[in-house]
């Protein structure tokens, strides 16, 4: 018969694995493990600090159910899984970190007397986009120089998606490394594969069979199983909700998004707008132009109409003019010719009178003259 088991990665059964007074090689194992501390320095004995599993707050969505264990020289180690990622894991962490650094202070004890405080979140959801190393650990660092400020304040992320998907491509090995081994336990409850394949290490590892034990022995207690069912249910409803709310903020950076390039096609067609506006009030200016000048040339066509009339009738004037001209030009021509020969009749009649009252012969006045005989015989008789 298969025998049901809880998940552990679900925190109310992850305490009960991890957590649990006479479970304490379980959590040295583990932190060892996490620490990757050589073997001179490894922990070797823990207590654990909160061993109430507060049933009463199993259902309830907001609360903690995390481990908390000091070691031998004082040290300070808080588990705690996360489920769902509220996008505030840095700030939550170090707010718990500080709460029990803080709690360590005692009336009149010196500051020395503090001991390093560690925490442990593992995560089921990815968290650290900027690598894909599923174990992480930050520590109180210089910027340039990277030396250490204090040893007191460890923050580690364990990433269980990263870590399974390395597992399924046989980039990491259980039998090889302790820490591969206890973070693939946390999937084992529905990954056959991983199961057996852990069982199977569980032959030749005691601390592991141990866990294999504890979490068949809690699997199997009906009061346990209710109420890791509530955390469970708790946790699937917290997940669900903020799945939701992470659905919302999407749609809401979707719409806003949508909105935000609604926004700038308005205002691109706005500015196309208003381009097309100062297109058209150009191209009316440019009609108003052509108009403005099409009717300045029509009044030059016109005034180069009115000129060629006024130049048509000034030159049919002058036309006129000179044909009178030439007419009265004719007219004193002829009246000079007329006045010339009147002018040469008489001076000849003058001289042939003169000649014949000399006596001289008709024969020769009239070749000087050119008068004929008969009109010196009429001149003749004037001097009788």
């Known amino acids: 018969m298969t025998v049901r088991l809880m998940d552990l990665s679900v925190d109310y059964a992850f305490k009960q694995v991890f957590g649990r007074p006479g479970n304490e090689p ?10 990757e501390s050589p073997a001179e320095r490894q922990i070797t004995w823990i207590e654990f600090m909160n061993v109430e599993y507060d049933s009463e707050y199993v259902d309830d969505k907001k609360s903690v159910l995390d481990i908390l264990a000091r070691t031998a020289t004082g040290e300070l180690f808080n588990i705690e899984i996360q ?9 939550r962490t170090l707010y718990y970190w500080s709460r029990i650094f803080d709690k360590q202070m005692q009336r009149g004890m010196n500051y020395k007397e503090l001991r390093a405080t560690v925490t442990i979140n593992i995560l089921n959801f990815r968290y650290l986009p900027m690598t894909e190393r599923y174990h992480t650990m930050f520590l109180l660092l210089e910027y340039k120089e990277y030396f250490p400020l204090t040893d007191v304040i460890a923050v580690h992320f364990m990433e269980l998606p990263k870590l399974l998907s390395q597992w399924e491509q046989g980039m990491v090995s259980p039998e090889e490394d302790q820490l591969v081994r206890w973070l693939l336990l946390l999937e084992a409850s529905h990954n056959e594969g991983i199961r057996g394949r852990l069982e199977g290490i569980a032959m030749e590892d005691a601390v592991l069979q141990q866990a294999f034990e504890a979490w068949e022995n809690a699997s199997l207690d009906d009061a346990n199983w209710w109420a890791y069912e509530m955390r469970r249910k708790a946790a699937l409803d917290e997940l669900a909700r903020t799945r939701e709310i992470e659905e919302t903020k999407l749609k809401k950076e979707e719409l806003r998004r949508e909105e935000e390039e609604l926004r700038r096609e308005e205002e691109e067609l706005r500015r196309e707008e208003e381009e097309l506006r100062r297109g058209e009030e150009e191209l009316r200016r440019g009609e108003e132009e052509l108009r403005r000048a099409n009717e300045k040339r029509r009044l030059v066509d016109e005034k180069l109409k009115q000129a060629r009339l006024a130049l048509d009738e000034e030159k049919s004037a002058l036309d006129e003019e000179k044909s009178a001209l030439d007419e009265e030009k004719s007219a004193l021509e002829q009246k000079m010719v007329q006045a010339l ?28 003259t050119g008068l004929t005989e008969a009109e010196l015989y009429t001149i003749g008789n004037q001097l009788r």
């Open 26 to 35: 379980i959590l040295l194992a583990f932190l060892n493990a996490a620490l």
């Open 341 to 368: 020969d009147q002018g040469k009749q008489e001076n000849q009649r003058e001289i042939a009178l003169r000649m014949l009252a000399l006596g001289l012969p008709t024969t020769v006045i009239a070749q000087v």
């Open 83 to 91: 489920v769902a990622n509220l996008n505030d894991m840095d700030k």
